[in-house]
């Protein structure tokens, strides 16, 4: 039961932070999935990638309908990312659990640390209207 509970937990909380933020499966079940259910790197990596299929498609749904997909990006990226995944995964079996975990921490710090340090997003930054520099003569 505590197993089930916990399991259903991750879910919600990467359920929520997929839909908000487009994180999920990496940064939340990978990490959950050892810390809070056991499982080593290899297995908890799997099965997050298990869980994000059902999870994007739901999410994709709501933004197509919402019309936030720029579909450019979104093919190319799409084919790039799905060929690379499958013959990447397969080397999976050739590390040792402890250094796939470096390579995710690592990875989640330097993103994250970017994040941080980059004040806007290029599509918010073109949104952001130009200051009149007439205004303040008028």
């Known amino acids: 039961m505590k197993f089930l509970l916990i ?12 839909a908000l933020c487009g994180v999920g499966g990496g ?8 810390l809070l259910l056991g499982l080593d790197q290899k297995h908890a ?7 994000i299929v059902p999870t994007a498609i739901a999410a994709t749904a709501q933004h197509v309908k919402n019309d936030l997909i720029d579909w450019r ?15 990447v995964a397969d080397t999976v079996k050739q590390f040792r659990n402890e ?13 994250g640390v970017m994040m941080l340090v980059t ?5 918010a930054q073109k949104a952001e209207p130009v200051a009149d520099p007439t205004a303040e003569s008028r």
Do not use: D, E, H, Q
Request: charged fraction near 5%; aromatic fraction near 8%; avoid cysteine.
């Open 73 to 87: 990006v979104a093919i190319v990226t799409a084919i790039a990312a799905t060929l690379t995944s499958y013959f």
């Open 119 to 123: 004040p806007t997003t290029k599509s």
């Open 99 to 111: 250094t796939l975990t470096r390579i995710f921490a690592i990875v989640i710090i330097v993103f």
């Open 27 to 34: 940064v939340i079940m990978v990490p959950a999935f050892g």
């Open 7 to 18: 399991s259903l937990g991750i879910g919600i909380t990467a359920g929520v932070l997929a």
């Open 45 to 51: 990596l799997a099965t997050s990638m298990a869980v």
